[in-house]
């Protein structure tokens, strides 16, 4: 009978053991599944806040063609939704509306649209921040335009932000490593030339100038081209200038942003621009009017392949 009561005694604590074990066991689970829930966010400070998002969002809304121009090179496929009108060409996949919901154009969103996708991350940049808290309502939303303002420094939060949010750390470090290594290369020609530029945007017979901390600033600012006109107003939409000014101004290179081949008119700045008075300059005389890629510089700025393509540009100049 002591060997039977052993035993049973013996039994019931094994069992005892078994049961605190099991609980345990469901409790770290637990544990790690909220571990797990929590990993899967991340705070994202930006221009307009702070957001949660969630990370490696299935269903994605993307109005910035600088953001979508970095996650079509870093092959991510959760692009849902993407403003239509003025794609850039190398983006033009994205005019699929079949594939790609049409979410409205970058000044006018169609919010019941978006509302109807139910999407888990909106991306937005300058034209749509007024919308911001419209946005929000919806899903979670984050501003990534670029500070041309601190051009580089703003690019780059940019797009490690992006890499955080589609596990993307590695490809994104590899990208601005190439990209930065393209820079010092462009510096080296820029600081030992002698030749100053002139940033001008072609609209329809009318030109602006662009100088230092402006929206094309990063010509000076990051890729060191001397000015041409150090007293150039920085603003969104450029200094308003005659071709008179541009001759007095004398620029040894003068870039050109055609906003004309931009949004699709069959207008050239080019028949406009290249006047009696252009002629002139030492810019002309020299064949040295580059005429910029709008898809890269006018309508998909800040992405990983549109920073890349143009310090391409500015070394062919010099």
């Known amino acids: 009978m002591k060997k039977w009561a052993m035993a049973i005694l013996v039994l019931a604590m094994l069992a005892v053991l078994a049961a605190c074990g099991a609980e345990e066991e469901a409790t770290d689970s637990q544990t790690a599944d909220a571990q797990t829930t929590e990993a899967e966010t991340m705070t994202v400070t930006h221009e307009l806040g702070e957001t949660e998002v969630p990370k490696n969002p299935e269903k994605v809304v993307v109005f910035d063609f600088g953001i979508l121009d970095t996650l079509d090179q870093l092959s991510v496929e959760s692009v ?3 403003a239509q009108g003025n794609i850039p060409t ?11 919901e049409n979410i409205g154009t970058l000044k006018e969103a169609d919010f019941e649209a978006i509302h109807a996708m139910d999407p888990d991350l909106i991306i937005i940049s300058g034209r749509q921040a007024e919308m911001y808290s419209e ?20 690019f780059t939060t940019n797009m490690e932000t992006v890499g955080e949010i589609f596990g993307k750390e590695a490809e994104v470090e590899e990208e601005l490593t190439a990209i930065n290594e393209q820079i ?3 510096k080296e020609k820029t600081s030992t030339s002698d030749e100053k530029g002139l940033i001008v945007l072609a609209n329809e017979g009318k030109v602006s100038a662009y100088g230092a901390a402006s929206r094309f600033g990063i010509i000076h600012d990051v890729f060191g081209v001397k000015q041409a006109d150090e007293g150039i107003e920085a603003s969104t939409h450029g200094q308003s200038i005659t071709y008179e000014y541009i001759l007095d101004t004398n620029p040894d290179v003068m870039f050109v942003v055609d906003r004309n ?13 290249e006047n009696e008075l252009v002629q002139k300059t030492n810019a002309y005389q020299n064949d040295n009017i580059i005429y910029l890629d709008p898809d890269y510089w006018y309508l998909s700025g800040g992405g990983l392949q549109s920073v ?4 391409n540009a500015i070394e062919s100049a010099f």
């Open 80 to 82: 849902a939704g993407v």
């Open 90 to 100: 190398y983006l033009e996949k994205y005019e699929d509306t079949e594939k790609y």
């Open 135 to 154: 946005f929000s309502e919806i899903a979670p939303t984050i501003h990534l335009g670029v500070d041309t303002t601190d051009y580089m420094s703003s």
């Open 308 to 311: 890349s393509e143009m310090v």
């Open 261 to 273: 081949a931009a949004v699709g008119n069959e207008a050239s700045a080019k028949d406009s621009l």
């Open 184 to 186: 010092e290369g462009v």
